[in-house]
């Protein structure tokens, strides 16, 4: 197929092509905001596609990241309250820092939003946390420019990935519940969507149960939403109506830290009346009372990774294809909230 | 005195005009890394100033925002870990959004470095979070950017202020803890310099002892970081040292949270033992066993207002000079650390 130029769009648009070039590389404070939308509404019918790497190779670099963060339910804010994503921007700026690079950081509401703003200001790359509908990664390939995604099971190679193994994290977490005695083990967890973070989590669940030769009890899964309140709320249904569960996977420390407060509300203590262990060790799982046993990622570690494999993305010559995701490591961390049970 | 004409640099520069304007617009990617040297020098021989207002009549907004964070001690990395600044920057950036402006975060080591960056990325304004050396708003002063500073007391109505009143907020803290029957209070504080937050803080203290008709006694004020981890130490050393303290105001949560975990270590219990009022109200703070009692401040508002009063300052003429600091509201929130001491 004949790549389409910028002469084309310009004669499409009805404007000189400085004035395309212009708003391609996000100069659009020199021309008005009618030029701005007829250009890209030409770039749009004519499916118009930046030619990144001769951009590249003439060293017309921004060196400038687009990091987007998941906003929260309202979408007034972004979730960077959630210590798990501010950590993962203190590891992505230091690395891209190192490297002369600076970091937009922004919520977005749909792919094609994210398609302006990187267009606008030139992005050399992105990196993508959370999840987000399929429609908005369709949207994401269209601006052309390497991405690392965070959080994502996506298969599609057009995506570099920085991950954990989510259903080995869930397995380990359910095995030390299950080593330490406890037979009936809740989890308390987001959504369970196909392929995703959560689902992986509940599968290692799964597996360590049946591993142990446990029956996997639906009754014992607490799906709503990743957050401290439902924890909450999870706590307080576990104590009232489930006095048998005598210990809970929680599939984030957030939400490990509500069940703590939850069960604390009914007048259950952890870990005397029943054990929990949390997903991430969030810099605030070691200063709670008690310090929360869990699961540790480095997220730090994990951010400067999504930034490094960027760089090296952005570096490397737009033919070569991403590589097989990074998988970054996880381990067990006891702390105290964790009971051995002995048999009575 | 004459204004410095683009002319005039780019003759000392020995580059063209258009040279020049590449550098001052952060076009640095048109031009060789020696033609961006060789500009900049002549810049700062000259003391050529970019001309601001005339660019902005222009329209030739970048929407971009610059956030500075302050690192860690090491500086390695954000301290977006404290959930302090992770608040501020979520309001921050829902408000910029608003406006179709976007942030780039950064740390930053030196003013001068800065200096760099805005001109380099032709930011159209800044919000400075945390305290630096005096030579770091100097040098700020030179970016001619609206910049609206969070934390600081410095007294030059070059800068846009949102802040607290932090004498008050020691002061509402330090008399809560009195109100319920303490009489030895202690202070666990980072360094109490002039001029600082913590000594805003450090005076209310006083003031409240001072009403309340107790001595103010140094050997109850600890001070060294505003950290959990001299938290911890402090908490330690009250319990091993000063069984008479029966009250602490932490001059943030995380410091109260440490101090809670070190008093916990050496077997003394909050607010059983000992009471423990902390500052700020960050998100964690409700999170906690015990729920903390503190001085709340609305510190998503608060970075809110801070982008508010900066798009203010950037759509207003140059001529308008900052007007009066704006003054965030305090709020006592009695939540479960405080313990009235009945008199034996």
Redesign the interface.
């Known amino acids: 197929m004949k790549r389409i130029t910028i002469r084309e769009v310009s004669e499409k648009a009805g404007v000189s092509t400085a004035a395309v070039s212009y708003v391609l590389n996000g100069?659009i404070?020199?021309v008005s905001q009618e030029t701005v939308d007829k250009v890209r509404k030409a770039v749009d019918e004519l499916g118009y596609i930046p030619d990144f790497s001769a951009r590249s190779l003439?060293?017309?670099?921004?060196k400038?990241i687009g990091v987007v963060i998941p906003q929260t339910e309202d979408r007034?804010?972004?979730l960077?309250?959630n210590?798990f994503y501010?950590?993962l921007?203190?590891?992505i700026?230091?690395r891209l820092?190192q490297s002369g690079y600076?970091?937009?950081?922004?919520?977005v509401d749909k792919g094609e939003g994210y398609l302006d703003?990187s267009m606008q200001?030139n992005l050399d790359g992105a990196i993508i946390m959370g999840i987000y509908q399929e429609s908005f990664y369709e949207d994401l390939k269209k601006v052309r420019l390497p991405i690392v995604l965070i959080d994502s099971y996506i298969h599609d190679s057009y995506f570099h990935v920085v991950g954990v193994d989510d259903e080995l994290g869930g397995y380990l977490a359910t095995k030390h519940l299950i080593d330490n005695g406890h037979t009936a083990v809740a989890l308390v967890t987001g959504s369970i969507r196909k392929d995703g973070v959560m689902e992986k989590r509940f599968l290692g669940y799964k597996r360590a149960l049946k591993e142990a030769g446990l029956f996997y009890n639906p009754d014992y899964v607490f799906e709503d939403s990743v957050s401290?309140e439902y924890g909450q709320e999870a706590g307080r249904v576990i104590a009232e109506k489930h006095p048998d569960i005598t210990a809970v996977f929680a599939v984030s420390d957030?939400v490990a830290?509500?069940v703590?407060?939850g069960l604390?509300e009914a007048g259950r203590h952890v870990p005397d009346d029943v054990s929990v262990i949390g997903f991430d060790d969030i810099?605030?799982a070691r200063?709670?009372?008690p310090p929360l046993t869990t699961i540790r990622q480095d997220i730090?570690g994990r951010g400067s990774m999504a930034a490094e494999r960027l760089l090296q993305a952005i570096t490397d010559s737009e033919e070569s294809l991403p590589q097989e995701p990074t998988v970054m490591p996880l381990t067990l961390v006891q702390r105290d909230t964790v009971r051995r049970l002995t048999p009575e």
């Open positions: 100069r404070g020199k003439a060293g017309n670099r921004s400038l007034k804010q972004l960077l309250q210590p501010s950590e921007v203190c590891g700026e230091a820092r600076h970091m937009i950081l922004s919520g703003t200001r401290y957030m830290l509500g703590i407060s604390a810099s605030v200063m709670c009372h730090v």
